[in-house]
């Protein structure tokens, strides 16, 4: 289907990548994070839960139980709420070079996104469904409800 739109201004130069409509560079520090990053930076704030919570029920992590699920969600939930909105990430962000940093009105700033931000995003992210229900920006609705974006962190001494 041919377009009689000028070069530059039709759709596909609205999404050129992710996070182009967010003001953000298309690659390295301050581009939107990639799925395996955020995945493995979830893992490991599970499996860090997963020890606090261990070690709070006396149990092994592969015990399992109620109260071990519950302790383990409980504990994923305030680490993930606490940290995300006081210091801009989980200990698997920063272990997997990633922030999270608040958008608002489309604009993106290097502040940390607020405990009101991060309680949303644990919220939600403990439901599940919204994490993977995504934009174009990658963006989950964890994101868009908290106004926020996780983004590739600046590498220390690089």
């Known amino acids: 289907m041919a377009s009689s739109a000028q070069p530059g201004t039709g759709p596909s130069e609205e999404f050129r990548f992710p996070g182009n409509r967010l003001g953000l560079p298309q690659?390295?520090?301050?581009?939107?994070?990639?799925?395996?990053?955020?995945?493995?930076?979830?893992?490991?704030?599970?499996?860090?839960?997963?020890?606090?919570?261990?070690?709070v029920t006396s149990k092994p992590i592969w015990a399992g139980g109620n109260d071990f699920s519950t302790a383990q969600l409980v504990t994923f939930f305030a680490m993930t709420a606490i940290l995300t909105g006081l210091v801009g990430g989980t200990i698997g962000h920063r272990l997997c070079g990633l922030r999270v940093i608040p958008v608002r009105g489309g604009t993106t700033y290097t502040s940390q996104p607020g405990?009101?931000?991060?309680?949303?995003?644990?919220?939600?992210?403990?439901?599940?469904?919204?994490?993977v229900v995504f934009d174009r920006d990658r963006r989950g609705l964890h994101d868009l409800a908290a106004k926020t974006v996780v983004v590739q962190r600046q590498v220390s001494g690089a």
């Open 27 to 55: 690659d390295g520090p301050g581009s939107v994070a990639t799925w395996g990053r955020r995945v493995l930076a979830l893992f490991v704030d599970w499996l860090i839960a997963a020890l606090i919570a261990s070690a």
């Open 115 to 131: 405990l009101l931000a991060g309680v949303i995003r644990a919220v939600l992210i403990c439901l599940v469904i919204p994490a």
